[in-house]
């Protein structure tokens, strides 16, 4: 069962990176529309580029956030979680630095989760 859970969380943390790089795709967008069509002081305009950023970025977002969710529950347990669970998410954890404010934070916790993990792992203080 953990391995299926370890599973969903890296689905769903994949599923979020690719949000926030279609949203971080959309602000590039936005920003070329308003450089080519309109000056940034027309209303609609912003209006407009930032309702796309927002809706693209609203679900996929949110399933990262629950796919980080589960993998912290999963750490917290220590040895029960499948050790390619924590390959991969390591390797996410580096994916998810890389998306500045929000995917920076996010992927320095998952490191240091895994750290105390694995710390706890090597010391037997499994919670």
Same mark, same amino acid.
């Given at each position: *069962?953990?391995?299926?859970?370890?599973?969903?969380?890296?689905?769903?943390?994949?599923?979020?990176?690719?949000?926030?790089?279609?949203? *971080?795709?959309?602000? $590039?967008?936005?920003?070329?529309? /308003?450089?080519?069509?309109?000056? +940034?002081?027309? +209303?609609? #305009?912003?209006?407009?580029?930032?309702?796309? !950023?927002?809706?693209?970025?609203?679900?996929?977002? *949110?399933?990262?956030? @629950?796919? =980080?969710?589960?993998? %912290?529950?999963? $750490?917290?347990?220590?040895?029960?979680? +499948?050790? %390619?669970?924590?390959? !991969?998410?390591?390797?996410?954890? %580096?994916?998810? !630095?890389? #998306?500045?404010? =929000? &995917? /920076?934070? @996010?992927? #320095?916790? #998952?490191?240091? %989760?895994?750290?105390?993990? /694995?710390?706890?792992?090597? /010391? &037997?203080? =499994?919670?």
């Amino acid at each position: *069962m953990r391995s299926l859970f370890a599973a969903v969380s890296l689905f769903l943390q994949v599923v979020g990176l690719f949000g926030l790089a279609i949203a *971080m795709l959309g602000v $590039l967008k936005f920003v070329q529309i /308003t450089a080519l069509y309109g000056s +940034p002081d027309d +209303p609609r #305009l912003v209006a407009g580029g930032l309702a796309q !950023i927002l809706t693209g970025l609203l679900v996929p977002g *949110m399933c990262g956030f @629950v796919g =980080v969710l589960i993998a %912290w529950l999963l $750490l917290r347990k220590g040895t029960e979680s +499948p050790g %390619w669970f924590k390959q !991969i998410l390591r390797v996410l954890a %580096w994916v998810w !630095i890389v #998306l500045v404010p =929000v &995917g /920076t934070a @996010v992927g #320095l916790l #998952l490191l240091v %989760w895994l750290r105390r993990s /694995t710390a706890a792992e090597s /010391t &037997g203080d =499994v919670d």
